[in-house]
């Protein structure tokens, strides 16, 4: 069926690195804008990073610009993003989302399905 | 970047009834050529990630009932759920994408009365 499934998050000190990944089924991957959104404790949703259908383009939020880096497999319909220097405050389930319009790259846009997300917790 | 404001922050709404959610961007999310605005409404059950409910300040995305309605223009939004259900407890938030970055609204809590 048509859906999103993320792995990779898990426990990592403060200033490490980690890389998440996302699979994507049942739709045409190299059609969408893929989006990262990620949801801290108990708080509301922060868009982190964006990439076009064909990686050629990319964007990201302030708060993580410069430790980010998004990028896509089309051929294994694979979503990625790997956090570097990680602080206490990128502690957030990681959500990849889709975008809804396809094939134009639109780094703003509306996200029409969602992975059940995976768990970042940076603590010593 | 465009700030977007809900209220209340949480309501409480007895089954049946109607509830009111609202949504301002500090901007408009409006593009005039198009005459689209750049609006979505998302629900978040606890432990589950959000639903897209509407998109284009007004457009129901398949399959979610016609008790959810979206409205406004420019800066202005409402989320209308008639004759609420158990089921339509949730966290709502309102999205623009008129330009990144893609910020939502700090959510509204919805439970029931």
């Given at each position: 069926q048509v859906q999103l499934v993320?792995?990779?998050?898990?426990?990592?000190?403060?200033?490490?690195?980690?890389?998440?990944?996302?699979?994507?089924?049942g739709f045409t991957f190299g059609r969408y804008t893929m989006h990262w959104v990620r949801q801290a404790p108990g708080k509301g949703l922060e868009w982190v990073a964006v990439i076009s259908y064909n990686g050629g383009y990319e964007w990201f939020a302030d708060s993580v610009q410069g430790r980010v880096t998004i990028s896509r497999d089309n051929s294994?319909?694979?979503?990625?993003?790997?956090?570097?220097?990680?602080?206490?405050?990128?502690t957030a389930v990681y959500y990849c989302a889709r975008g809804i319009r396809t094939v134009q790259y639109f780094p703003a846009d509306?996200?029409?399905?969602?992975?059940q997300g995976t768990m970042v917790i940076v603590s010593s | 970047?465009?700030?977007?404001?809900?209220?209340?922050?949480?309501?409480?709404?007895?089954?049946?009834?109607?509830?009111?959610?609202?949504?301002?961007?500090?901007?408009?999310?409006?593009?005039?050529?198009?005459?689209?605005?750049?609006?979505?409404?998302?629900?978040?059950?606890?432990g589950q990630p959000p639903k897209l409910l509407i998109s284009w300040a007004s457009t129901r995305e398949s399959g979610v009932p016609d008790r959810f309605s979206g409205s406004g223009s420019g800066t202005d939004f409402t989320l209308t759920i008639n004759n609420l259900q158990a089921e339509d407890v949730a966290i709502y938030y309102c999205q623009q994408y008129y330009n990144t970055p893609n910020n939502f609204g700090q959510g509204t809590k919805l439970e029931i009365k």
């Open positions: 993320e792995s990779g998050g898990g426990v990592v000190q403060p200033g490490r690195s980690l890389r998440l990944s996302c699979s994507a089924s294994k319909n694979a979503l990625y993003l790997e956090m570097n220097t990680l602080r206490d405050e990128d509306a996200f029409d399905l969602w992975g | 970047d465009i700030v977007m404001t809900q209220s209340p922050d949480s309501l409480a709404v007895s089954l049946g009834e109607r509830a009111t959610i609202n949504c301002k961007s500090s901007q408009t999310v409006l593009y005039t050529s198009s005459n689209k605005n750049y609006l979505a409404w998302y629900q978040q059950k606890p």
